[in-house]
């Protein structure tokens, strides 16, 4: 069974810091986009970061210089390091793969990911 896992959310004041984990069973992701993504209360789930399987990343703007995404393939685990977080960072945040090889996507529209997992709940107090 193909699953991913996510874990490492909590509430946290302005300013904190999170280390979001995803962890991958049932098959080999290890070629596969990873990424992250958020949704917010009465709004649209947006593409937070990505990591594709040769190890080029992407952030949305709104993260830039605060966040980092890693993954280390050997243990089928996906990391979003989060660092001066702030009160519009609050959402639920969501682990997802790719299984389709994309040559021409830049692979920043949530649409283009099959497999999610259940989402962890970050909540940053002001």
């Known amino acids: 069974q193909t699953k991913l896992v996510e874990s490492g959310g909590g509430l946290v004041q302005a300013g904190g810091a999170l280390r979001l984990s995803c962890q991958a069973s049932g098959r080999t992701f290890s070629t596969y986009t990873m990424g992250w993504f958020r949704q917010a209360p009465g709004k649209e789930r947006e593409t937070v970061a990505i990591?594709?399987?040769?190890?080029?990343?992407q952030y949305a703007d709104f993260v830039k210089g605060r966040f980092l995404i890693f993954r280390i393939t050997a243990k089928g685990t996906l990391y979003l390091q989060m660092n001066d977080l702030k009160p519009e960072d609050t959402a639920v945040y969501y682990c997802?793969?790719?299984?389709?090889?994309?040559?021409?996507?830049?692979?920043?529209?949530?649409?283009?990911?099959?497999?999610w997992g259940q989402g962890t709940q970050v909540t940053v107090s002001s």
């Open positions: 997802a793969a790719d299984s389709t090889p994309r040559p021409n996507s830049d692979k920043m529209s949530p649409d283009e990911y099959d497999y």
């Open positions: 990591a594709t399987g040769g190890g080029s990343t």
